[in-house]
């Protein structure tokens, strides 16, 4: 090899120099283990974190420009592995020369999700192409800061020249696989289930007994709703939703299920109830009251499951009633920074949902209420789940105390303090505090205040 060829080389590896450029570079990789140790290999770690950044920035950039793409946590994380995985296979091509193929498995998990969410080929094809143009100034600016200005020129244009072919390549692969998947989705059972289920969402006219045969459901009995759903990092399959959401209905004297796959991370699912326990039969129970709702633990096992559960309706209202709430409840699972256990009943977080439907009014009226209560921090949390059990405890020193496993001194002080901060007494405005107590127990950092306030004055 030449002089000539040595210095090529030598300028064709700046890639692998690159690192994140932002505070957030311990951002975590969403890719697979293959192209994540593909591209390792390749260029190292830290090009990869570099990657990873870029990645996420691509994500973002399409979900703002294209909606339609997003949809929520799950939505974005399965978008964000296609084009991390993307950025990352780019930067393999880069060093390579072009010797590995632009489509990843991530990729096409996205194509197929984009699929069964019913998103627009044209849609997606926006995306890709705002997606490589995101791509393309990032390297570009890369490139420019990290090359010799006397290899610059030729780099750059290298650059430009390589990821227009990887993407052209990558735009046709993903077009082909999106006819192809749904070709197969229209064409199956899954997509005549979700279609009638849509229909009896919407409140469409639907015959009661066509749509039970269809579904293979019976849509006449009583109903206990709930959404499943994982973090697409943790790498739980759709099978494993599934059997997480059947052992839960079951467990609760269901006789027969039906389940909607939602996107890849998600699924909405029924169960019809036997008579025991039978709401219908007394309209004016409440859920607490129904012997069959408390009657078994949440099932085990599935640690990477997340559940949100309804109330149990019946009939077609019933179906519809049950599906709001879980997906409710799931919303406001979503919004809680507090870790929680598998299954969030939407009878547990009733009045955090219906107060938290105006995010940011739900804010204002939570630090407004609590004053320096409402700061982020563990003493105020102390504070708040004293005086919340001291409230629920009709103001009892002595309930409280015993529920908290705490002394009766202990709570005495707490409440003292808390009113303090309050610059009132509890019993001044005592329906508000307790609500904003609630909100900010359920829901958490949403609601509270990052930066401390001042305490008031009594």
Known sequence: MNGSDDGLDAARGWPRSLRPTRAGAGLGPA?????????TAAVGPGAVAWAVEVGHDMATAVIAAVPELGGGEGPFETLRMGTESVALRALVTLVADGATSPLTDEALLGDRDFVRRGVPLDKVLRGIHLGHAAMARAFMAACEATVAEADRSAQMKRVSETLFEFIDGFSSGMAEEYLAERDRWVTSSAAAREETVRSILEESPVDIGTASRTLDYDLRREHLALTAWCHPATGAEASE???AAVEFLRARRCVTTLVVPIGRTGLWAWGARTAQGNTAANPAASPAEDPVADAAADPEGHPSVQMACGSPASGLDGFRRSHEEAVLAERTARLSSRPRSGVTHYRDVELASLLTGDLDRARRFVQRELGPLADDTP????LRETLRHYLQAERSLLKAAARMHVARNTVTYRVKRAEQLLGHGVADRHLEVQAALT??????????REEPATPRRR
């Open 439 to 448: 909100v900010a127990h359920v829901v958490g950092s949403a609601v509270l």
């Open 241 to 243: 939703l599934q059997r």
């Open 31 to 39: 890719s697979g283990a293959a192209v994540l140790a593909e591209a």
């Open 379 to 382: 003493h105020a949390e102390e």
